[in-house]
């Protein structure tokens, strides 16, 4: 079918959630680093911020093929309101039962979000995607060995591990705030839309949590607001963080 | 990365070997002799182990306090290159300290013990480390030339006597000089690029050339090697000879680059072949080892506020039946 100017907007949306989104959460990942309850979870954090900041880069380098600045402009030089990420990946590393969740819930929905894109029309997400996938599934794996072997540690590690599930649940369904070009993006085959996505990620997410002991607020209402640029008070000292020593000079090479 | 500054134990050279059986003894030190390399299930003496063990963990936790001031510029890279690059990088200085806590403990002493040890302030890391990296030239400078001291050190140490260790530092030394062709990269963008650029690594540079210079240990003739530490292939190559190393592979190099350095003395003597300079304070770097630096303090809070916040988590998981003897290298 031939491509509109709103399909392309959409599919830039959609690049744009998905690469601010890894910026995001690669960075908050890596903060592990040095701080980590044991050396080798310092380790594993490190490589799977690694993984997500390098495919942030990938699917802006796309958006710059679309037109967009390039991958540096965009990602350290805009304000909050300009991020489209849910407002999930933003908040501070906090407790390692709280990075965990998080990780879990992130990772089995992008997951599935690669999965559906490796169907895309749009060949360059597709070729992404495909790589992506063997990447992510080491994310996902070590999620459920933690999330595992914490449900079962001790009483402490249960406790925490069920507060965090509790509290990020609405957030965690907050990652599939519709856009405003479902339609679009849907009926051209360029994406499954985020309602569908949001089945698949509770179909695993769901009984995978249960069969670990967990129970899983399903009432919980999703708390949107990040795909459109309302952010938590977290993400603007995240950015200017981030962009310190590149706003320095931003037409200097470093 | 590590410098030579190791601190040693002032035991008395004749007591090392006091209490050992003479034959096995004169057997070990003959494998050593001939370049054999000792594994954790041979004998050795009692005196070996435990120097073997705090050299081993004085460097398992330098690259683990180390990861500290360099991983505050992880969040504040400017760009995709760096910002990755310097993730690795850091990622890398953490799993060396993952291997040597393994190196170490093959000789009996626990991860657990070594670190507590280190938060409670009864083990020493590499001095260089309590210093501030103010801005991200200092980074760059770490990276380079911190990295570039580091392996200096590391290859003569990796020709030591104890297997574990030796292969160990064998696998830091290949990462470790793409820390360093990461670092010279950043030093050369910084070094060749605006006049504000220019200005932070200068900055940077004069800043850490003293505590580089401290970086690989006192001058010999005021260092008392034992000289069985030497024969027993602990203790390699002194800490002077480190230094000229270093000096006449980056001085040239940092130079090349228009920068200076603090050190109107510093030149090299073309009759002996050696660099001549002003010897940095000793009296400062003797103030820091014991605690005074400008950032002890700060770092052993942050490595005791992580153990305590990851408490929980190792409670959960680790069974305190488990011995991990089996070295990762």
Redesign the interface.
């Given at each position: 079918m031939e491509f509109t100017e709103k399909h392309v907007e959409g599919l830039k949306d959609l690049l744009y959630r998905m690469a601010d989104d890894l910026l995001i959460l690669g960075h908050r990942n890596s903060e592990w680093t040095g701080l980590g309850p044991i050396l080798e979870e310092d380790i594993a954090f490190s490589s799977m911020a690694q993984d997500k900041v390098g495919q942030s880069l990938a699917l802006y380098e796309i958006l710059h093929e679309l037109g967009e600045s390039d991958p540096d402009t965009v990602a350290f030089t805009r304000n909050d309101f300009q991020f489209h990420n849910c407002q999930m990946v933003e908040f501070p590393i906090g407790e390692y039962d709280f990075s965990l969740v998080r990780h879990f819930f992130y990772d089995h929905a992008d997951a599935l979000r690669f999965e559906a894109l490796t169907e895309t029309v749009f060949e360059p997400l597709q070729m992404v995607t495909k790589k992506f996938k063997g990447e992510i599934k080491y994310h996902t794996m070590h999620a459920n060995s933690w999330l595992k072997q914490l449900a079962h540690g001790s009483e402490e590690s249960k406790i925490r591990m069920q507060q965090s599930i509790n509290e990020l649940f609405p957030y965690a369904l907050g990652m599939f705030e519709p856009s405003d070009y479902e339609q679009e993006l849907m009926e051209s085959g360029l994406f499954i839309g985020e309602a569908a996505l949001q089945q698949r990620w509770l179909d695993v997410v769901v009984p995978t949590l249960e069969s670990y002991g967990y129970t899983v607020p399903t009432d919980a209402a999703p708390l949107f607001g990040g795909r459109k640029g309302v952010h938590t008070e977290h993400l603007q000292p995240l950015l200017d963080e981030m962009t310190e020593v590149f706003r320095i000079d931003p037409s200097a090479e470093w | 990365m590590y410098g030579n500054a190791y601190v040693e134990n002032p035991a008395a050279t004749n007591s090392l070997t006091a209490n050992e059986n003479p034959i096995k003894l004169a057997e070990f030190e003959a494998r050593i002799a001939a370049g054999d390399k000792i594994e954790p299930n041979d004998w050795m003496p009692a005196e070996y182990k435990k120097q073997l063990i705090r050299m081993i963990e004085q460097h398992a936790h330098s690259e683990?306090i180390g990861?500290?001031p360099e991983?505050t510029?992880?969040?504040?890279?400017?760009?995709?290159?760096?910002?990755?690059a310097l993730?690795?990088k850091?990622?890398d200085e953490?799993?060396h300290?993952?291997l040597l806590?393994s190196a170490a403990e093959t000789l009996g002493k626990s991860r657990e013990d070594m670190t507590n040890d280190l938060i409670n302030g009864k083990s020493k890391y590499s001095n260089v480390f309590n210093y501030p990296a103010k801005t991200?030239a200092d980074s760059a400078v770490i990276a380079w030339l911190i990295d570039a001291g580091a392996i200096v050190n590391q290859l003569a140490n990796s020709k030591g006597s104890y297997g574990p260790y030796c292969r160990a530092l064998d696998r830091i030394c290949a990462e470790e000089s793409f820390h360093l062709k990461y670092g010279h990269d950043n030093v050369v963008?910084?070094a060749t690029?605006?006049p504000?650029?220019r200005e932070m690594v200068q900055d940077a540079l004069n800043r850490w050339w003293e505590p580089i210079m401290h970086f690989f240990g006192p001058p010999d003739k005021m260092s008392v090697h034992t000289e069985v530490l030497m024969r027993w292939k602990v203790k390699m190559g002194t800490n002077d000879d480190m230094r000229q190393t270093f000096l006449d592979m980056y001085v040239p190099k940092i130079w090349d680059l228009g920068l200076t350095l603090p050190d109107e003395n510093l030149k090299k003597n073309d009759e002996t072949g050696k660099w001549e300079y002003t010897e940095p304070n000793w009296e400062v770097f003797k103030q820091v080892i014991n605690g005074n630096g400008p950032c002890n303090k700060e770092r052993l809070a942050?490595r005791r506020?992580?153990e305590e916040?990851?408490?929980?988590?190792?409670?959960?998981?680790l069974r305190k039946d488990a011995k991990y003897v089996t070295p990762l290298a």
């Open positions: - | 683990i990861a500290l991983g510029w992880i969040t504040r890279a400017p760009g995709f290159r760096r910002k990755l993730m690795a850091v990622q953490v799993g300290g993952q806590y991200w963008f910084l690029g605006t504000k650029q942050v506020t992580a916040k990851g408490r929980w988590v190792r409670n959960a998981i």
